[in-house]
């Protein structure tokens, strides 16, 4: 059964500043990684999603996969306010399913 | 177009009652999916069906939940008999098959158990 680790679970940075999030899984054979946004209230959001080994970016995401070691993490440039959400990695696996790790709150004070 | 819709947003119920918790996908969307988010558990899928077909029953969930898909717009979560343990946010959600497999999200039930 995949498994989804996120790291950390909570993060505070000021208006401006570059976010990093982490998260780990434990099949090599998965089929893409995706990062979803949700606010309080509401359910989740994509943003962005990886396939191949190394990096893609949108806007002012940036997610960078290596299989070899399990890891894929994703970076906002210049966050905002508005960034301020539960951020979820998601694995989807041979089969169709997602598996979700349990996310990391990220705050942005302005 | 419109997005995943989910009622009711908030549900209360007394321990031993049933509910049915109701999903219309975004429209020409294939795939539907049920899950169950807490705090402690994150996101847990209870169900799947593709094209109206159930593709996975929940696994642990399977005694007091029932997921059905009455035709391909319309979707019922049933717990019987709901526990306090069953509180938590319910998310149902749809994708299109052999697409990007994005999956778009409504804003879930908030259930309470007394």
């Known amino acids: 059964q995949e498994k989804v680790q996120q790291s950390p679970e909570s993060l505070i940075v000021p208006e401006g500043a570059m976010v990093s999030l982490n998260c780990s899984f434990s099949?090599?054979?998965?089929?893409s990684i995706w990062w979803y946004q949700q606010h309080p209230g509401k359910g989740p959001k994509a943003l962005i999603?990886?396939?191949?080994?190394g990096n893609k970016k949108e806007g002012r995401l940036t997610v960078y996969l290596n299989r070899a070691s399990l890891h894929v993490s994703l970076h906002i440039k210049d966050s905002q306010p508005s960034d301020s959400a539960v951020y979820l990695c998601a694995v989807r696996g041979s089969n169709y399913k997602l598996t979700f790790g349990k996310g990391t709150l990220l705050t942005v004070t302005p | 177009d419109a997005g995943v819709t989910q009622t009711p947003r908030h549900e209360v119920a007394e321990k031993g009652q049933t509910i049915i918790l109701k999903c219309e996908p975004v429209s020409g969307h294939n795939d539907l999916f049920w899950y169950r988010q807490t705090k402690i558990q994150g996101l847990e899928l209870l169900s799947y069906?593709?094209?109206?077909?159930?593709?996975?029953d929940g696994g642990a969930f399977k005694d007091r939940f029932k997921a059905e898909m009455l035709n391909s717009s319309f979707s019922t979560l049933k717990i019987q008999p709901t526990e306090p343990k069953d509180s938590a946010v319910y998310l149902c959600?749809?994708?299109?098959?052999?697409?990007?497999?994005?999956?778009?999200f409504g804003p879930g039930t908030r259930l309470t158990v007394l």
């Open positions: 959600a749809s994708s299109l098959w052999g697409s990007s497999y994005e999956q778009y």
């Open positions: 069906f593709r094209s109206k077909s159930l593709m996975e």
């Open positions: 999603s990886i396939f191949s080994n």
């Open positions: 099949d090599s054979a998965s089929q």
